[in-house]
């Protein structure tokens, strides 16, 4: 498909995470600080086994920050052009996929319980094609999204 005419709406979702590289490191610094403050005070105590447990603590810090950070590279692109709807998702852990739809066939479901106001799912649907996008987003910004992605779908032309 030759996308240099055509016109697009794009969307590009990621995860959001409020600690920066900066502050994971100062978070990493204090949690090493006291860890050592602590094993400091098990040796003087005669307790040195211990002190091997408060470095286990910091590990475990550190390998749930790692994880957290390779999430947070994940992607999501929705790119909606004249003739079709192209999802591409990234992710640190798996190859790049993309999945294609028809454009006049896709629709946009959210699904919503507004008795209790609870906020599921955001899907695209094309036949008996599911898939769900944006599963990282607050429950408002799928909101958001839907509304966006509905409107977009339905203008004739982009």
């Known amino acids: 498909m030759d996308d240099s005419n ?3 709406w794009q ?3 990621t995860p959001h995470r409020s600690l920066t590289k900066q502050g994971f490191l100062v978070l990493m610094g204090l949690v090493v600080a006291i860890n050592l403050i602590v094993a400091g005070m098990f040796v003087a105590l005669g307790a040195w086994p211990i002190a091997g447990f408060a470095g286990l603590d910091v590990l475990l810090v550190w390998w749930a920050f790692k994880a957290n950070f390779a999430d947070a590279r994940k992607l999501e692109r929705i790119s909606i052009t004249e ?3 192209v999802l591409d998702r ?3 852990k798996l190859p790049p ?3 294609r739809f028809v454009r006049r066939w896709v629709r946009v479901e959210l699904q919503e ?3 209790r106001e609870l906020i599921g799912s ?5 036949g008996r094609t599911r898939v769900a996008i944006g599963e990282f987003l607050a429950p408002e910004e799928r909101k958001t999204l839907a509304k966006a992605l509905k409107t977009a779908l ?5």
């Open 154 to 158: 339905a203008i004739p032309r982009i």
């Open 90 to 92: 990234v992710s640190e």
């Open 97 to 99: 996929q993309q999945q």
């Open 113 to 115: 319980d507004t008795e």
């Open 83 to 85: 003739h079709e709807l």
């Open 122 to 126: 955001l899907l695209l649907i094309s």
């Open 11 to 13: 969307a590009t979702l």
């Open 6 to 8: 055509s016109k697009v």
